[in-house]
């Protein structure tokens, strides 16, 4: 049932990412659009891609979400970057004042950065699951070979991400017409 949920998603993220996610021509970021976006260009991990990005059509999505994450009973911020095109959600990240670190303030304590029409869920755990496209040569768009999902568990002694469980499923398959 899990993979027919990620299909589901995949193909209604794919199908709904360019429009319900960019911004109209001339619309106006929201502040928190304007303060994750600042924060990203200013984190010096951010890849080069996802800046230059942010520079030009993509854009952090306007649905950032505020969940506990890491267990310490305050809200992280889980922030997706968009392509403004047909690729969806490219980035990921999760801010958080648990860093380990007194006074660190609000900081990236999770980062995927090379996804292709990705998508995220968090269950009522709190666990984060975030899955992406796997495209084999000749596949449409509609389409691809495989989707990998990822679910992440918090170290907290370590005070990060680590990966709880990689699976790969076969991609949708869509009847011919």
């Not at 996804?115 to 596949?139: H, I, M, W």
Request: hydrophobic share 40%; proline share 5%; glycine share 10%.
């Amino acid at each position: 049932m899990r993979r027919g949920r990620i299909a589901l998603a995949v193909l209604a993220a794919a199908g709904a990412a360019v429009a319900a996610f960019a911004p109209a021509a001339g619309a106006q970021m929201t502040e928190g659009q304007a303060f994750f976006t600042q924060r990203l260009l200013d984190d010096p991990q951010t890849s080069r891609n996802v800046a230059e990005l942010l520079r030009g059509e993509g854009f952090v999505d306007r649905s950032v979400a505020f969940r506990d994450l890491t267990g310490d009973k305050k809200p992280e911020a889980l922030v997706r970057v968009q392509s403004g095109g047909a690729a969806g959600t490219v980035a990921i990240y999760v801010f958080s004042t648990d860093t380990g670190r007194r006074g660190s303030g609000l900081q990236a304590v999770f980062r995927s950065q090379k996804l292709y029409r990705g998508f995220t869920t968090v269950d009522d755990e709190g666990v984060l699951s975030y899955a992406t496209a796997r495209y084999a040569p000749g596949n449409a768009l509609c389409c691809p070979a495989m989707l990998q999902e990822t679910s992440l568990r918090w170290d907290d002694r370590r005070h990060r991400f680590v990966i709880g469980r990689r699976t790969e499923a076969p991609g949708p398959v869509v009847p011919a017409a």
